[in-house]
């Protein structure tokens, strides 16, 4: 069983910034990608940002230049700093990680609960 744990998750103004964090746990033998997506009421889940075990980043246009991600492998950890936050940013978000489990040969796909991030004055 893997598990993935956020944080950070809060009330924040315009033009502010937060940092989430994600700790993955469990039977993990590798992680390939973390990723963070967000969903806002009455819209689809979105990916915000991603980052692959080679250290390749990806952002959604919408937060390039405010948003990054980075990773802590040997803590199994991704965080995301965001700043400049803006109240279009606010959206419950979620860790997604691509693990490939001890004794397994094929990679899970697992969702953290998610964290809900409001930016409002």
């Known amino acids: 069983q893997v598990q993935l744990v956020e944080s950070g998750g809060g009330l924040v103004q315009p033009g502010g910034s937060l940092r989430l964090s994600c700790v993955a746990s469990g039977s993990i033998w590798n992680i390939r990608v973390m990723a963070w997506y967000r969903q806002a009421p009455g819209k689809e889940r979105e990916l915000v940002a991603s980052s692959t075990s080679g250290d390749s980043t990806n952002y959604a246009d919408s937060v390039k230049g405010r948003f990054t991600i980075s990773r802590d492998n040997a803590k199994n950890t991704v965080y995301l700093q965001m700043v400049s936050l803006k109240p279009d940013d606010t959206a419950d978000y979620y860790c997604?990680?691509?693990?490939?489990?001890?004794?397994?040969?094929?990679?899970?796909?697992?969702w953290g609960q998610g964290t809900l991030v409001t930016v409002s004055s």
């Open positions: 997604n990680a691509e693990v490939l489990r001890r004794g397994r040969s094929r990679y899970l796909e697992v």
